[in-house]
């Protein structure tokens, strides 16, 4: 069965330091990834995702990237953290589009991030 | 564009007690229907699903029919536990990019059962 890590669980970081988080998933090939960050008592907001290794769209302009340097690896970065950076980021992975339509999205457990 | 509008929360119920939670959407196309459930500090579990209209998702107890003609994905338990409390999303999924779908999600809807 297919499963999906995030690392670390929980990270408290000053203000301009650097960045990230790693997620990894098992048990599928070629996943679709993506990136969500959930703030305080809001929704979820999707910051990227990739179809593939090297390919990355992001959906809103930030403070972070995001990279994928492996089929099954997808990493979330910054080089200077914003105290607005803070929140709690969930990696989620699907089977690609072109294998199934409309497929659901499987989650990781997420990473709280505390910007000091 | 897509979207979807949940109630807002939160929701407080006694156990044993009946739950609805609404969501409707916008969307073109024929999207497929999610609920996905976040328990304190953890990430999303899918809860349900409705690929097509008129299809009811059921999981755990919980239920929602894909309702094309109200567009709306309501979610629903007979009876609520104590350990039913958390966070609920709406979501749908739409096409997007050509080969990723996307998942557009409500603002969430907390429910807090209380003994």
């Known amino acids: 069965s297919q499963t999906i890590h995030q690392w670390p669980a929980t990270l408290v970081q000053p203000v301009g330091s650097p960045l990230s988080l790693e997620c990894t998933v098992e048990?599928?090939?070629?996943?679709?990834l993506y990136w969500y960050r959930q703030a305080a008592g809001r929704g979820l907001q999707l910051l990227f995702y990739s179809v593939g290794i090297g390919q990355i769209s992001s959906e809103v302009p930030q403070n972070l990237s995001a990279s994928r340097p492996q089929d099954r690896q997808f990493i979330l970065s910054s080089k200077k953290l914003l105290l607005s950076d803070s929140g709690f980021y969930l990696c989620a992975w699907s089977v690609p589009r072109t294998t199934k339509r409309n497929q659901p999205q499987h989650f990781g457990d997420g990473t709280r991030l505390s910007i000091l | 564009g897509d979207s979807v509008t949940q109630m807002e929360g939160p929701v407080t119920l006694s156990e044993e007690a009946f739950l609805t939670i609404n969501c409707t959407y916008t969307?073109?196309?024929?999207?497929?229907l999610f609920w996905y459930v976040q328990y304190p500090g953890e990430g999303l579990q899918l809860l349900l699903k409705?690929?097509?209209?008129?299809d009811k998702g059921s999981n755990k107890g919980f239920e929602a029919t894909y309702r094309k003609e109200t567009t709306s994905f309501h979610l629903e338990k007979g009876s609520v536990q104590v350990s039913d409390s958390a966070v609920y999303f709406c979501a749908l999924s739409t096409h997007y990019g050509g080969a990723t779908n996307k998942l557009i999600f409500g603002t969430g809807t907390l429910l807090a059962v209380q003994p």
């Open positions: 048990g599928t090939s070629n996943p679709n």
């Open positions: 969307a073109t196309g024929y999207p497929s």
């Open positions: 409705a690929t097509k209209a008129d």
